[in-house]
């Protein structure tokens, strides 16, 4: 559905970032507003995507052409490359 507003003008790297760090509120507020699906489904796919923002980019990218599914998924494993790790903080006491 919002494939093409995605893709429209080529691969907006600052837009692709902003996925990869899980900011998916505007993507959540189109679906909302777009009324195919109701408030319980929204907050399903909410959920999922903010679980999973590689699910959003998977939606994002049905449409686009091959070179930019490349250039997608190339710059969103160079992101996961460079995610910082997190780790449990042990507590001592």
Known sequence: ???????????????LEALHR????PWIE?????GLLGADEVAAVA?????????????LLTDADEMTVRRCRLAW???DRLAPFTFPIAHIG
């Not at 093409?4 to 790297?13: A, I």
């Not at 189109?30 to 777009?34: D, G, K, P, T």
């Open 30 to 34: 189109a679906l909302a507003h777009s």
């Open 1 to 15: 559905m919002f494939s093409y507003d995605f893709v429209e003008d080529g691969v907006d790297y600052d837009t």
């Open 47 to 59: 959920r999922e995507w903010s679980e999973r923002p590689s699910l959003l980019l998977d939606a």
């Open 22 to 25: 899980g900011e998916i509120t």
């Open 77 to 79: 494993a160079a992101m």
